[in-house]
């Protein structure tokens, strides 16, 4: 089965063709065929898409929203000749897979996508103003241009989230407020999450109901995830994106007492405030300089703001690991993953430095080699284990789709 599979962000839309089959050879079992990236949605976007052959098409273009985006990706695939005699990419397909940011509490699990669904998930965009909105812009796309014979699944960023127990989902507001506005810890990057568990059950040959880690899943957004039995029982984001880690741009935890603080000092609305808490905050915010970590390192030695700004946010990953032992009472692995976690062994090594009370020790060598692929980095005789893995969200939602298809007595 062939499934494309796209991820929007606000003003972005990643996409990949993948390919599952029934072979026993894991080589064969999964293949990635096609992937692309559209960015500055809205404006004049750029676009680099990448073939079977690795040929690249790359474009400027005006595309207004990601509805058009959305059709530049399947007149893309339509142009492309597909395995079979006379078809192409496009008429290969047999599903479609979004990723959605926010399910709300009404999705615990991945979907089937009709109209019911189409419904529900718009009435949840208060909730997520950003990022589902133009989710389902693109899946009326998909809709409008391959019919309602082509199913589709929604994949859901919070469904992995909805095991938290009820005190950790909980915030400690006057309860009939909460339960008017549905105000709660949702957490997100959920796929992200439930994807580390699954690809360290397999590294490790625990079966997936007995592993019990915690994941840092560290880029421009970061979140940790504490998991029990294979499944989330805490997790640093909460009613939005923004509780939690420091991040490139966003704040992470604070005392709710600034918003209406610098709101009332700056004579700005509570609105301006959180856009700056996303925006002008965290890595960027305390350094002055950059969200880039790898600027940040490179100037942390001369610029003490950049130093203040890595130092800060080690701690803060280092604060939740912490506190995540302790609600797991231990884990059998701290697993980084995102484009810092992946890629920069100096961050780890910070946030991993004196942890040796947890039985946590790296091993520098392979701490330092392991850059952008997946590998163990604690060393031998560590109690608690190290790995780096690479999330994989859009292979977890074409397996989730190829799951309810086969389950779906009507397809």
């Known amino acids: 089965m062939k499934f494309l599979i796209l991820n929007c962000g606000s003003s972005s839309l990643k996409f990949q063709v993948i390919e599952l089959a029934s072979s026993r050879s894991p080589e ?30 790359r474009r400027t273009i005006a595309l207004p929203s990601h509805a058009e985006a959305v059709q ?19 008429q290969e397909l ?46 009326r ?10 199913p589709m699944v929604a994949a859901f960023d919070t469904a992995f989230h909805q095991t938290l127990p009820g005190y950790a989902a909980t915030y400690a507001l006057p309860y009939e407020l909460a339960e008017r506005y549905r105000i709660r810890r949702y957490g997100f990057h959920g796929l992200a999450h439930r994807s580390l ?7 490790t040959g625990i079966a997936r109901e007995q592993v019990t880690i915690v994941t840092l899943h560290l880029g421009n957004g970061c979140s940790a995830c504490a998991i029990r039995h294979g499944v989330s029982v805490d997790t640093s984001m909460g009613f939005t994106p923004l509780e939690g880690l420091v991040m490139g741009t966003r704040s992470g935890n604070l005392d709710p007492a600034v918003v209406s603080y610098l709101s009332e000092q700056e004579g700005v609305s509570a609105a301006e405030v959180e856009q700056w ?47 995540y032992l302790a609600v797991l009472g231990g884990a059998q692995a701290l697993v980084f993953s995102g484009g810092i976690g992946e890629h920069s062994p100096a961050i780890r090594a910070r946030i991993c430095t004196d942890m040796h ?21 604690s060393s031998p005789e560590a109690r608690l284990q190290a790995y780096v893995i690479p999330a994989d969200e859009e292979m977890l939602i074409a397996q989730d789709a190829a799951q309810l298809l086969h389950r779906s007595p009507n397809l």
């Open 197 to 203: 568990a699954r690809r360290y059950a397999e590294l």
């Open 94 to 139: 047999d599903a479609v897979g979004h990723r959605i940011v926010h399910g709300g509490d009404r999705f615990q699990t991945s979907i089937l996508i009709d109209d019911e669904a189409i419904e529900a998930l718009a009435a949840l965009e208060d909730l997520a103003p950003l990022h589902n909105p133009p989710a389902i812009r693109a899946i």
């Open 277 to 323: 808490l996303n925006e002008r905050s965290g890595l960027l915010g305390v350094s002055g300089r950059s969200n880039d970590m790898r600027e940040l390192l490179e100037r942390a030695q001369d610029d003490v703001r950049c130093r203040l700004a890595v130092d800060l946010f080690c701690y803060r990953a280092r604060q939740y690991v912490g506190a």
């Open 72 to 90: 530049q990706v399947l007149q893309w695939l339509n142009d492309k000749p597909g395995a079979e005699a006379g078809k192409t990419m496009l």
């Open 28 to 57: 064969r079992r999964q293949r990635r065929l096609a992937r692309g990236l559209v960015e500055r949605i809205g404006d004049e976007a750029t676009f680099s898409f990448v073939g079977p052959s690795g040929e690249t098409s």
């Open 357 to 377: 009370w947890c039985g946590l020790s790296l091993d520098a060598t392979q701490n330092a080699q392991t850059i952008g692929r997946e590998g163990r980095i």
């Open 141 to 150: 796309a998909c809709r409008a241009a391959l019919g309602a014979s082509t």
